[in-house]
């Protein structure tokens, strides 16, 4: 009943740029914390950024920290990856999460969406 739905992603050349939604339903999508994760092939789902339930608090990984912005509308049910200057290594599956917790710990997220494909060519 819980459904986490991506889109957004495509093909997108070094230094472009792309936006990624999250749209929530079955849930009270206001009452947890929402997340992106991504995962290459050969490598483990990292994480990218999270948000709040309110939105007042953010985190990023390293890797695009100055590049991402995470952001989310609750009166939409919808997440949000602006995703700026990106780069070859950005090519990944990327999956947004629900939890109840906010942070950049996997097993926090109780909810996945099936992931969006971002590839960036160099």
């Known amino acids: 009943q819980v459904q986490l739905v991506e889109s957004g992603g495509g093909l997108v050349q070094a230094g472009g740029s792309l936006s990624l939604s999250c749209a929530a339903s079955g849930l009270t999508f206001r009452s947890y914390s929402m997340g992106w994760f991504r995962q290459a092939p050969g490598k483990e789902r990292e994480f990218v950024a999270a948000?709040?339930?309110?939105?007042?608090?953010?985190s990023y990984a390293d890797s695009v920290k100055g590049r991402f912005t995470i952001s989310r509308d609750n009166a939409k049910n919808t997440g949000y990856l602006q995703m700026n200057s990106l780069k070859a290594e950005d090519t990944a599956v990327y999956y947004c999460g629900a939890s109840t917790s906010y942070g950049a710990t996997y097993s926090f997220y109780h909810y996945w969406g099936q992931g969006t494909q971002v590839t960036v060519s160099s």
């Open positions: 948000i709040s339930w309110s939105g007042s608090r953010t």
